[in-house]
């Protein structure tokens, strides 16, 4: 075994730099691999190139399990935006407001809706926010407080899901990883034993009940609802429009154009994988057909039923399947180039020299906690839970094997720390996408709920430390409980009524 020393961290270390340097994930990926194929041809650069094509990016999408993953991501992307111009996860969300009475009810059934609408973290915005802006303003809750809560139902819920494009994404990632240490774990039963551990995902989840439940606001948010209810006192009107899907502003739109295609999902994918579980077990190939046969299926029915209620032609309906495949396009070509990366550093032997270096200096159960703080910062700074996962994914794994570090928590802590920084990241998608559909000033909305997820940061760092001593699932119920009174200790001392 050719033992390249220090060269051997030089790619990944490079497209953590890139990544955060330039914010682009694409171009980080690529040149962190390229770097990686120059060294392994002795700093030649024709053989680097076309090795790098041939024996890395050419392999991995030939790799069968790869080719699936794509077929599967794209399928999905197709799915949503079907069911987007359906309307009738509008139409879901619409039923969800007949309850509202109150302010605390409004915030209540903004959480419900965003957790409902799961199967995508963008959609969730564009959707909830518009319905729910009139329903806070009449309710006189400012918009950081939208802001807040559709953020916090976005990528904490989809990141939940194993069925959806996220929990694809994330099991491409490990099984590639999970080859490249001789691993014969299947990512789909890991990614379960990983969801108690998902601390950051569950913390946030829970905040926003709990806060609700003392009916108090503090720091920029008590600033922001405080100025709010100021400006309605003097008599200030927001005037501004709203805008909408056009599916979401018609008001005939059935509650099945939702309700049908979801069950028809559920019930597919959950049919799929009680049959393997019971007869040849749950390997990687079942969990992605059966994804594949049920999200192909609820598309289909989603298409009859726009025909049959909308009159919209099977034509148009597939016409809008493609273009929702289109914007997968960039998140498969994440995908590729960190199997390439992946690739290029196993040859590199870059997990093996991380361990060596580390293995002496820290206990292996701080792994987790240290792998929170850098996923957090990083995808703070870059704004890219995606590129934070990649990245991580190919250099954590290894090192873990090696220090013998808990895997399925050094994993955990991966997901959770990308998903904190993303969530507080004034440069992610999501992030603005909630300021959106709010129609909140974006500064406002990141300034606003950052005092509130680093509650949930802070607990989850907290969690990870103690998990990797422990590991134990129940340590998310005591995170709860923790979180529980930290609020109700920040509220008491820093939090005023409002009339929210």
């Not at 009139?134 to 990141?159: G, H, R």
């Not at 019930?267 to 040849?280: C, H, M, Q, R, Y």
Request: hydrophobic residues 50%; proline residues 4%.
């Amino acid at each position: 075994m050719h033992d390249y020393g220090f060269l051997s961290i030089l790619p990944a270390a490079l497209s953590i730099f890139l990544a955060i340097y330039t914010r682009n994930v694409i171009v980080s990926l690529s040149i962190g691999s390229l770097l990686g194929a120059i060294i392994l041809a002795n700093f030649n650069p024709f053989f680097a190139v076309v090795d790098l094509v041939e024996q890395h990016l050419f392999a991995q999408l030939s790799n069968g399990a790869n080719s699936q993953v794509l077929i599967v991501s794209l399928v999905i992307g197709g799915f949503i935006a079907l069911l987007e111009k359906s309307g009738g996860a509008a139409s879901f969300s619409s039923l969800v407001t007949r309850f509202v009475s109150n302010p605390v009810r409004g915030q209540t059934a903004a959480w419900l809706a965003g957790i409902a609408i799961f199967f995508t973290d963008s959609g969730n915005a564009l959707i909830v926010g518009p319905l729910f802006r009139p329903i806070f303003k009449k309710l006189k809750i400012c918009k950081e407080k939208l802001a807040y809560i559709i953020d916090t139902t976005a990528a904490p819920v989809s990141i939940l899901v194993p069925f959806i494009g996220w929990g694809v994404y994330i099991m491409s990632l490990m099984e590639n990883a999970f080859q490249d240490i001789g691993s014969t774990d299947q990512p789909f039963q890991v990614l379960l034993e990983i969801w108690p551990y998902q601390f950051y995902a569950l913390l946030s989840l829970f905040a926003i009940p709990m806060l609700l439940s003392t009916r108090k606001d503090f720091g920029p948010m008590l600033k922001a609802q405080q100025k709010y209810d100021q400006a309605m006192q003097e008599g200030a009107d927001d005037k501004e429009s709203i805008p909408s899907d056009p599916a979401l502003v018609q008001q005939n739109i059935k509650l099945s154009t939702f309700l049908l295609p979801i069950s028809v999902l559920l019930f597919s994918v959950s049919g799929f994988l009680i049959f393997f579980a019971f007869t040849e077990g749950v390997g990687g190939v079942h969990v992605r057909s059966g994804i594949f046969i049920s999200y192909l299926l609820a598309s289909i029915t989603c298409a009859f039923i726009m025909k049959r209620n909308q009159d919209i032609s099977f034509a148009e309906s597939l016409t809008q399947f493609f273009k929702g495949m289109e914007k997968l396009v960039y998140i498969c070509s994440i995908l590729v180039l960190a199997w390439t990366l992946g690739s290029v550093c196993k040859d590199l032997h870059t997990g093996n020299y991380l361990a060596g270096l580390i293995g002496g200096t820290i206990s292996p159960s701080l792994l987790p906690a240290m792998v929170f703080i850098l996923g957090a910062l990083m995808s703070f700074a870059t704004g890219s839970s995606y590129g934070t996962f990649a990245i991580l994914m190919i250099i954590v794994v290894p090192v873990a094997d090696t220090l013998g570090a808990p895997m399925v928590i050094t994993i955990a802590a991966v997901l959770s720390g990308g998903l904190f920084g993303d969530h507080t990241s004034p440069i992610s998608d999501t992030t603005a996408l909630a300021s959106m559909g709010s129609g909140c000033q974006h500064i406002d909305h990141v300034s606003t709920q950052l005092s509130y997820a680093l509650i949930s940061g802070a607990m989850a760092l907290f969690g990870f430390v103690l998990a990797g001593y422990f590991q134990q699932p129940m340590i998310v119920v005591g995170l709860l409980a923790m979180q529980f009174v930290v609020i109700r200790i920040s509220i008491n001392l820093f939090g005023k009524r409002t009339s929210a």
